[in-house]
């Protein structure tokens, strides 16, 4: 079994400062790692994803995240926030076992922008 | 709209009552899942398709809960005799990959159910 601890249930931070939301995972085998985004009154999004290769993946809106094996940690930081990233992220993982890719999630972390 | 659709979008039931929920998945995708997010709180699995077979229902929390996907393209969730610890926002998600694939996983608005 795995599991997904976003340690901050809420992040406020003013406009362009930037922002860490933390992950942190368990599992006994390995995984493929995810960030979603929900914007208020939306769906989920995909943000992002580790699937192999380089362990920094980046956001076509200037997120990134950098998978961490030995401290299994799969972060995201964005180095100046907009009022518009207003949102709740989840981080979610997938076990590499082809048992189904069912999503486990973190219980997420809300970003309030300030202006 | 080309996305993944639910309906209804909310539902209020009484205690007792059975309940049925709907997705619609982008049209050709293969895999089909359904979680549920209570207040506060990530997203849980519930049941996987993959077509018409459902392939995992180990998330379904008791017997009153019941999924199907009969054609292989809408798929129902069945919540029997609800009760109030069955709040919670039902989100439908599609995705166009076999079980060996890792596809992304295109979800839907939600319903939001409230037992009362």
């Known amino acids: 079994a795995q599991s997904v601890t976003q340690l901050d249930s809420q992040v406020p931070v003013f406009e362009e400062a930037p922002v860490e939301l933390r992950c942190n995972y368990s599992s006994s085998v390995s995984v493929y790692l995810f960030w979603y985004v929900q914007y208020p009154n939306q769906g989920l999004q995909l943000l992002l994803k580790y699937l192999s290769g380089s362990t920094l993946v980046k956001s076509i809106n200037g997120f990134e995240a950098e998978f961490n094996k030995s401290q299994t940690s799969f972060h995201l930081r964005k180095p100046s926030v907009h009022i518009s990233d207003t949102a709740e992220y989840f981080c979610?993982?997938?076990?590499?076992?082809?048992?189904?890719?069912?999503?486990?999630f973190g219980g997420g972390t809300r970003l309030m922008v300030k202006p | 709209g080309a996305g993944v659709s639910q309906s209804p979008r909310y539902k209020v039931a009484k205690r007792g009552q059975d309940v049925a929920l709907r997705c619609d998945p982008i049209s050709g995708h293969v895999s089909l899942f359904w979680y549920q997010q209570a207040l506060g709180q990530g997203p849980e699995f519930l049941t996987y398709f993959q077509n018409e077979a459902q392939l995992d229902k180990s998330g379904l929390p008791s017997d009153r809960f019941f999924a199907e996907r009969p054609e292989g393209s809408v798929s129902t969730l069945k919540i029997q005799r609800t009760q109030q610890e069955d709040s919670a926002v039902y989100l439908c998600?599609?995705?166009?990959?076999?079980?060996?694939?890792?596809?992304?996983?295109?979800f839907g608005p939600g319903t939001r159910l409230t037992v009362l």
């Open positions: 998600a599609s995705s166009l990959s076999l079980a060996g694939e890792l596809d992304e996983q295109f």
């Open positions: 979610a993982v997938i076990p590499d076992t082809n048992a189904g890719n069912m999503l486990t």
